[in-house]
């Protein structure tokens, strides 16, 4: 992959911000989406592992407190 291809927003239009400024929607940071349309498609695939490990984690702990 190249720095020219096109890597769609992650963005699901279910955009609030939890109490850390992480959209509960897409699991981008408030940083991240504004950082989105100027970052180059490297940047943008590690965006989206760290967006990845955030619903991870908040479906972990959504589950574990539903125990």
């Not at 190249?2 to 955009?15: A, H, Q, V």
């Amino acid at each position: 992959m190249n720095d020219l291809e096109k890597i769609s927003s992650p963005c699901i239009r279910n955009c609030c911000l939890d109490q850390y400024d992480i959209c509960i929607g897409c699991n981008r940071s408030l940083q991240e989406i504004r950082e989105w349309a100027a970052a180059s498609a490297a940047e943008k695939r590690a965006i989206l592992v760290r967006s990845a490990v955030r619903e991870t984690r908040r479906h972990k702990t959504f589950t574990s407190d539903k125990k």
